[in-house]
């Protein structure tokens, strides 16, 4: 398992009955996570001192508990820095898990020794984004949300990085690479963080045991004649590690070469277990 062990401002205090106990930065939130299907009694005293609980409701969905939160606070990962609040469905604005991603990323543009130009589809909040432009890419960062790119923006500015070479986009991935498969540009490596379910700007529908390989297919197109590395992140249950890495097989090593790992990604929990969060593909050129 890849673990996500070097964050300082974010920690998983504890786990039981299908929550956890986080701390992110000075505030302590209390999630679900489905992955917690173990019931152990409340030993870590943070969860008396909660500054926001999300409560999932029997219908569906669920919602937010304030006791002493901010509308909006910030947390560090190295010289990144991310803006977070609470939002639907429980999040935050980040996936700390990904911090074992943007480690990867870093370490594959720095040592390239040669510019690096990064396609980022689905991109979220851009903390992979943030990762590629910190280590000297340049990126293309698509997401099909107006808010979540302008929420990306903004956390390139606190990080620093408002003048990094990104262009940010709102606009449906697949149309997207179409275009750019026509237009001839071509990318050293491309990240993707597909949802299970979705909706483009349009109305276009994204399911992803439909979408994800012709996805990937699609984007061997768009790279470069020595393309540097392939990332591709799933929190849908059906694509397991052994999926990811036959379907970048498939699609990349018959026609790359390279090498392919896949493996499920983590969080250190206080009491010395790791949660898992997903499953992450990489291939190497």
Known sequence: ?????????????????????????????????????????HRA????????????????????????????????????RFRLKPFHFKHTGLFPEQAANWDWVR???????????????????GGATLASASAGASVVHVDASKGMVTWAKENAVVS????????????D??????????????????????????????????????????????CTKLLSESPLFFLINSYTTGLQPAVLSYMMNLALSRRFGGRVEADEIGLPVRNGLVLPCGASGRWTG
């Open 1 to 41: 398992m890849w673990i996500a062990d070097r964050w300082k401002d974010y920690e998983v205090l504890d786990t039981s009955a299908g929550e956890k106990l986080e701390r992110w930065g000075s505030y302590i939130l209390v999630r679900p996570d489905p992955q917690v299907i173990w019931d152990t009694p």
């Open 107 to 125: 370490e594959r543009i720095s040592q390239a020794g040669r510019p690096v130009k990064v396609l980022n589809l689905f991109a979220y909040t």
């Open 160 to 171: 620093g990085l408002a003048d990094a070479p990104v262009r940010y986009l709102v606009d």
């Open 45 to 80: 005293p943070e969860w008396k001192r909660k500054n926001a609980h999300y409560h999932r409701s029997s219908r569906g969905g669920g919602q937010w508990e304030f006791f002493d939160l901010p509308q909006q606070w910030e947390i560090s990962y190295d010289d990144l």
């Open 173 to 218: 991935c697949v149309k997207f690479v179409e275009r750019e498969i026509r237009r001839g540009n071509r990318y050293d490596a491309v990240i993707m963080d597909p949802p299970s379910y979705g909706r483009g700007p349009k109305g276009e529908v994204w399911k992803i045991e439909e979408k994800i390989f012709p996805l990937i297919e699609l």
